[in-house]
């Protein structure tokens, strides 16, 4: 069960309070008629399942009910940072700021070409 | 019930034992004496008792084999009263009090004379791995006959028929320094945390704290081991920040550092919780502690040898022999035989012989055996047989004997002829397996190392191992680690650790072990007698290697074709053993064969503490409106809705007779449509929305406009998903230019109210809008019905003039006195107002209604007869209705829809995407049934052609049906592949028992499809 630090609170807390809301930065389309079909169905259905660092919103449900973006290594469930919406990581999987879990392994399982979402 | 036996196996002295305090219990029905400190197993042993329980497949005779948690075969049926029992317990983790009651989980009629034992001695070559699988396969529909035979046969000990009527706690916990295991390692790292300050939790599972020094024959600052234990502990204990928590097992290590600890309070007195102070004291606790570094100084398990016949009772493991000894002075038999690859296991024979008991010999697997003990065993005339292990053990119900012979450990082979040699107890010992079972429940993978022979843990950030548990073993070098570690995790933890002074231990000067697995036999292992892997399971190095040749390459699937580590074991034992001997069929090495992975609990937990006090009332909250007590005064049968209670209807007393759930339906119906009656609608989820930009809000989550929504006005509003898929429904009502009031249905008030939330502060977060949760602080109560105006003419000021209260308007006024407003909107098709007060005053209100209400006929009513009126008028529920597949076109709500609103309203792009704008996508279409009498099956598949052969194309399925009391009729919404441009077409529902149901597609409107009614 995570212990996760929720930045508006200011306070580590436990996951029972947390709602976890899927990958974080899938930014909805300015103009959602101009996407193709397959665009906007990236948009809806598509989302990164990495091996290491990822990006995720979640939302601080029973507490201050505000959502906010974590950092989170999905080999050894560590988070590396919580951030305010609005906000950039600090940790991302091409290295962020020099923080060497950080960095992409070099196993070759790893290197699988991902499909990306429509980011903005 | 016989006499008490003597403790014939019991020293006249030493032991960690009280002697002066005599206990009796009873094990499988007669009656024996053992002391305060004792063990369950210590006890038995003492008194001669070989068998323990019969084995899980083969029903084999099986005695005590081990001291602690890794014990595979005393697996008991705890307790004397039903309400009492407990299923699984280790003889040899549970604590002897006066009056205990155990019996063997497994063996019928008893343990003694095992019917199913032929199986394991006459058929056993007929069981391989896969037998039951392989045997009973066909036909699957016997499968439940099968499994009941099988399953008495096995036996797995039995839950309680009756309430437990035992207490038990969840506690949540945090400190600095969790440190698992009280020996050695996790003393010394609980000394150094906890002398910088730190807060310390120290849990042990066993019944002292201690670890390996309570039987070690090491001494500490020249004083025996156990005295430092003491002096430690008193310390400790004297300390504000450090909590010892003896008889706790730390079972699960779950992420960042939460630790689920099981402590055992009264399982030691009695087998209910005992009275104190006339009231039932807490059974255990649930520590749930989130530990700011974790110390894992959980230990070593001792490996067995794997030998034939080794399952007899009468063998043990080497270690296990001298805690026997040492901490409980029970000598487990007359005449020794040991097996071992190692220095430390020879302890076992230096006890033995100081116990005053034989020593045949010693079968060492070294060529040239050289340590210490080794040298002090030699001093005492005990006979050393180098190069050498025990291939095979001899006797049925009690070793007799024990075939020694030169072997080629490497070659796997046997060297020579075997020398018999007699003797009643073999222990064995392989070398030791750090307790790596919480390290490897946090994900990381253990790393073999060929020089100590052994996994040794990785762990994660916030986690360290010490002592035997990173296999450690030498006391003073444990000590040490343990000190380093402890300090470390007060330093990691901000904590400035000082000096902890460690205390003296000679050196010892140890030979090296050598690798030894499973001893080689003159036969080949499928023909050799049984040489056990894993005890508990009955898994035979055959088993194991059959597995390999039949494909199973991955130890993965070695485990679940043959059952190694399976169930409360975990492997404890035998994993490695098992490994081992997959390696070597398969000619890898052990690291190439890799680890099982070991999993939470790793020993049972009873149900009564994982489940604390959340059972029967506390079980989950329950939400009543403000006039539940009235509900239930007038003998309304509920139905839960989410947490909500919701009165479901309200059967009357017909002469004498109370009325059945259709007849009450049936009479609440017609009371709406005929005269008036009342909801109690307060679970509608309520939320307030204010801002100046809460009006384009609205806009962009609903489906249909709001730019022109004047105050005073009510709207119905679909809201999709991105997805174009209707999730919710349910009418906002302007309140004034930035200020609306959204209901939502009763079950998704929080999913709405955090759907509006993610919306607004992730994409669009320069609206100005603020939103809250107000269902709880207003009552909700519906009059509907031809009268219903009349009736809320005499409580009411507001002028209820058809032409100045109009449909779908709101107003405020007072409601019996109180100050409320009134909503005319309608969910049943006739005239209706929609009161809301302040919770506090609605039952007032609700009451002042039925004082005016009786001479118009008004009728509670409940959710069955709200459905059933609402889907006469073929209004959806959102959630039965729909299922996450349905657009607003497919229900045929085109009306709700703002095509051309400005912003890209969510929802509105996905319709265009080809897949939803198919026109034969399942559709909402209303069923008349052929037969009136018939009301169809919700769920009920939906074809076109009945005679068409199986498998049927099914074009949809029933969502609602009910009886009509208006129509006299059953009638059903259903989905339609195209349904909508099908009406008046034949559809056929075929049932499970062979009916086949005829329907005409028709209107979703069942009745007044003009509207009429409700805009009177």
Redesign the interface.
Known sequence: MFYIHCPYCGETREEEEFHPKGQAHIARPEDPDACSDEEWGDYLFFRDNPRGIHHELWVHAVGCRKFFNVTRHTVTYEILETYKMGEQPTFTADGGEGHPEGRPSSDAADQAPLREGVRA | MSQPRTQENRLAQGGRIDRSRKLSFTFNGKTYQGHAGDTLASALLANGVDIVNRSFKYSRPRGIFAAGAEEPNAVVQLGKAEAAQVPNVRATQQALYDGLEARSTNGWPNVQRDLMGLVGKLGGQFMPPGFYYKTFMAPASMWMTYEKVIRKGAGLGRSPMENDPDIYDHLHQHCDVLVIGAGPAGLAAALAAANSGARVILADEQEEMGGSLLDARELLDDKPAEQWVAETLAALSGMDNVTLLPRTTANGY?????VTLHERRTEHLADTAPLKDGRRQVRSRLHRV?AGRVVLATGAHERPLVYGNNDVPGNLLAGAVSTYIRRYGVVPGQKLVLSTSNDHAYRAALDWVEAGREVVAIADARANPDGELVEQARAKGIRIIAGSAVVEAKGDSRVNGARVAKIDAEGFRVVGSAESLACDTIASSGGYSPVIHLASHT?SRPTWRDDLLCFVPNT??GVAAAGGAQAVYATAEVLADGIKAGARAAEESGFAAGEVRLPSVAERRDGAPCALYQVPHEKPTLRAPKQFVDLQNDVTAAGIELATREGFESIEHVKRYTAMGFGTDQGKLGNINGMAIAARCLGRSIPEVGTTVFRPNYTPVTFGAIVGRHCRELFDAERYTAMHQWHVEQGAEFEDVGQWKRPWYFPRKVNGKTETMHEAVARECLAVREAVGILDASTLGKIDIQGPDAREFLGRVYTNKWAKLVPGRVRYGLMCK??GMVFDDGTTSCLGENHFLMTTTSGGAATVL?WL??WH???W?ELEVYFNSVTDHWATMTVTGPEARKLMAEVTDIDLDKDAFKFMDWKAGNVAGVPARVFRISFTGELAYEINVQANYALHVWETLFAHGDKYGLTPYGTETMHVLRAEKGFIIAGQDTDGSVTPEDLGMQWAIGYDKPF?WIG???LS??DTARTDRKQLVGLKPKDTKVVLEEGAQIVLDPNHAIPMPMVGHVTSSYYSPTLDSGFALAVVKGGQHKMGETVYLPMADGQVHEAEIVSTIFLDPKGERQNV
């Open positions: 779950h992420d960042h550092n939460f989130r994900g994660v950030k991105d997805d955090e939330e993610i502060q992730t994409e977060p890209p509105k792009r996905a995407r080809p």
